[in-house]
């Protein structure tokens, strides 16, 4: 395990301590107790490396990986470091969580298992190539993708207890969808063009389904229908038993975000800074929400709120949006562009950012969600992929863990500094400006924070971050943050 490399930039205390308990802030000074309200800022921490993976969350932890080759394990109450272990090299890949094991992709090229509680690795796989795609796990089965642009990529199937490998089907080039499994079949895209269905048991190729593109969004499976994105700029919804394509609904821009499915709407974001609400059964659009520079981050959807993240070279934000009507509910303000998915647990907001310019840190946050609930109607449920409404897969073993106390009110902190980010409330046009000053206009407060349920991010390593804005013709290769 590593030396610390995070630094707090702010905290909230005071959660179910209880009367005469005393809030701290930063270093520790006292601070009265207030509620928070929606879209607030609660704490957040510095790595020295982008971090473009989705924040995990169960019992109480978060676990993130970020580009300074470190994975991170977090109280989600206060945001303190609980352990870090360097994973050999940059992590792109977000974590998933199965009893007891961390299970997580590096560039260097190996899948992992961590131990949840202590940080120390169990076992290392090690694939053909870079692993971007964040793992699943199904059945004692760790599923998971590797390969760049231009390379030979695989989907592999790996004993989830001893890394041992069952079984690796290849593409025609590289994997950092992450793939999503169904009754017995394995779907995941490929940079080669396709979106693959495999046998989960065997390996074996089901159906292939062509884009016009390389296909990095990662799948969902609901109700027979397979929706997921592709570089050819649209949205695509497939017959999940046949591969049949039954509508597709074009953006301005590659679609590399993932979609989630809830109530009969799919969400997605676009490379034309566009968030879409589309019908599930037609493909028509009910909705558009327009960002700046939204591309890679895959919304979630709790309590009638979609949330998603935008972002360019010089910051972006956190977005929570009517689902019904696409109207913005209020805008956080962050310091890096944010690539990574947004796992919201009993009412906060997990966020991951990059700062492309500068020190090229990356910082994760979190911010009151101004809901009560967790992302279990929408792809980040349970620590797998791919989970929507009552769906879930039968026979997955996942530990709940208790239920936490209930907490007390929030305490936010009167601190100020160079890193601190304030939230920002805006109109409800659908629009933004992500130069909004702060100050929130809903007027609801924040609920309690209870983090028992165990949670997990959606895997984005689907995509490659926010690159393009930057890098022009070259965004297909990662940028380099220094290291």
């Known amino acids: 395990m590593t030396d610390d490399r995070l630094s707090v930039t702010r905290r909230r205390y005071l959660l179910g301590l209880g009367a005469g308990a005393i809030a701290t802030t930063g270093v520790g000074a ?8 929606a879209g607030e800022y609660l704490w957040s921490l510095e790595a020295s490396g982008y971090i473009y993976g989705s924040p995990t969350v169960v019992d109480g932890t978060v676990y993130v990986g970020s580009y300074d080759s470190n994975l ?50 169990q076992w290392a796989f090690q694939t053909n190539n870079d692993v971007y795609s964040s793992p699943t796990v199904v059945d004692g089965t760790v599923y998971v993708g590797s390969g760049e642009k231009d390379d030979n990529g695989n ?55 062509q884009t016009g593109d ?6 969902t499976v609901i109700d027979g229908t397979v ?45 034309d800074d566009n968030l879409y609400a589309v019908d599930a059964a037609t493909g028509e659009k009910q909705w558009t929400f327009q960002t700046r520079d939204l591309g890679t981050s895959s919304p979630t959807v709790v309590d009638g709120t979609v949330y998603v993240g935008s972002g360019s070279s010089d910051g972006g934000n956190l977005y929570a949006v009517d689902a019904a009507t696409g109207e913005k509910q209020w805008a956080f303000k962050t310091s890096g562009s944010v690539s990574s998915s947004p796992t919201v647990v009993d009412g906060t907001v997990y966020v991951g950012s990059a700062f492309y310019v500068g020190d090229n840190n990356g910082e994760l946050y979190a911010v009151d969600a ?10 980040v449920m349970l620590g797998t992929l791919g989970h929507h409404g009552g769906w ?25 500094s160079s890193t601190e980010r304030p939230s920002t409330a805006g109109g409800s046009d659908g629009q933004n400006d992500d130069n909004e000053e702060s100050g929130l206009t809903d007027g609801r407060s924040g609920p309690g ?31 380099d943050d220094g290291d």
Request: proline residues 3%; negative net charge; without cysteine.
């Open 370 to 379: 101004g809901v009560e609930g967790s992302s279990e109607d929408s792809r």
């Open 155 to 209: 989907l592999y199937a790996v004993d989830a207890g001893t890394g041992e490998k069952q079984w690796a089907f290849q593409t025609g080039d590289g994997v950092r969808s992450s793939p999503t499994v169904v009754d017995g079949t394995v779907y995941v895209g490929s940079n080669d063009t396709n979106l693959y269905a495999v046998d989960a048991g065997t390996g074996e190729k089901q159906w292939a389904f």
């Open 392 to 416: 879930s897969y039968a026979d997955q073993s996942i530990s709940m863990g208790g239920t936490a106390d209930p907490k007390g009110d929030t305490s936010p902190s009167d601190e100020t």
């Open 72 to 121: 991170y394990a977090l109280d989600a109450e206060i945001g303190e470091k609980q352990w870090a272990l360097d994973m050999g090299g940059r992590v792109y890949s977000s974590p998933t969580v199965v009893d007891g094991t961390v299970y997580i992709g590096s560039l260097d090229d190996n899948l992992y298992a961590v131990d949840a509680e202590t940080g120390e690795k």
């Open 227 to 271: 929706y997921v994105g592709s570089n050819d700029t649209n949205l695509y919804a497939v017959d999940a038993g046949t591969g049949e394509k039954q509508w597709a609904f074009q953006t301005g821009d590659s679609v590399e975000s993932s979609p989630t499915v809830i109530d009969g709407t799919v969400y997605v974001g676009s490379y």
């Open 214 to 219: 390389g296909v990095r969004s990662s799948p």
């Open 30 to 37: 006292p601070a009265s107790a207030q509620t928070t309200t």
């Open 449 to 479: 924070f209870g983090v028992g349920s165990a949670l997990a991010a959606l895997g984005t390593a689907s995509s490659y971050a926010g690159y393009r804005q930057l890098s022009g013709d070259d965004a297909d290769q990662p940028m």
